[in-house]
């Protein structure tokens, strides 16, 4: 099996002195679907909040495609730039399907411009909504939408 895309060894998380998340070990690979189930502040947000490296643990290693991130506070923006989360209902511009992708590429450095637009919309299924306003797709293509304006080709989804 390949290098996980990320693996965690003995991460705590604490708010003050309160622990509210333990994970002794957990390996992910590109391409896996995962779900994460518990109750209502079991920590489920806050472990997101660290694969997404918004945060750093109190304490354990987080490695990313092999090199451990949590040595530098705050994570190198240029990891934060690999990973991203989709929300239930993302918020996106009310502009077109074109305009949110091209400002969100835009944001993240992407330099290719249109080209760079049409490889995403390709990507996620949506070349065709391109001159659609945003405010008028349905919850899944706005969240495509929301993959679509990250994912440049250096950023390639679970690649
Ligand atoms: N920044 C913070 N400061 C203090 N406590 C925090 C902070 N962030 C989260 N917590 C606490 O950590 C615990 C875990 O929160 P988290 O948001 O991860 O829960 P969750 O599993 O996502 O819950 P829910 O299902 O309700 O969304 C909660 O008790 C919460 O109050
Ligand atoms: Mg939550």
């Known amino acids: 099996m390949s290098e996980p895309l990320y693996q ?14 333990k994970v002794d070990h957990l390996d992910i690979q590109a391409g896996e679907v ?14 997101l909040r660290l694969l997404n490296f918004l945060e ?9 495609r092999g090199q ?7 994570a ?3 990891v934060r730039r690999r990973v991203t989360t989709v929300f239930q209902r993302p918020v996106l511009l009310n502009r077109s399907v074109w305009d949110n992708v091209r ?20 990507q996620i299924g949506l ?13 899944g293509e706005a969240q495509r939408v929301a993959l679509a304006r990250w994912c440049c080709d250096r950023c390639a989804v679970a690649g």
């Open 103 to 122: 400002y969100g590429l835009k944001l993240r450095g992407e330099r290719n411009g249109d080209a760079a637009v049409a490889s995403a919309l390709e």
């Open 8 to 21: 965690l060894r003995d991460v705590t998380q604490s708010y003050r002195d309160r622990t509210v998340l």
């Open 76 to 78: 190198p923006l240029a």
């Open 56 to 64: 750093l643990p109190s304490a354990g290693q987080i490695s990313f």
């Open 68 to 74: 451990v991130i949590n040595g530098a506070n705050p």
């Open 127 to 139: 070349t065709s909504y391109a001159r659609q306003q945003a405010r008028t797709l349905s919850g």
């Open 34 to 47: 995962l779900a994460l189930l518990g109750p209502s502040g079991a920590g489920k947000s806050t472990l």
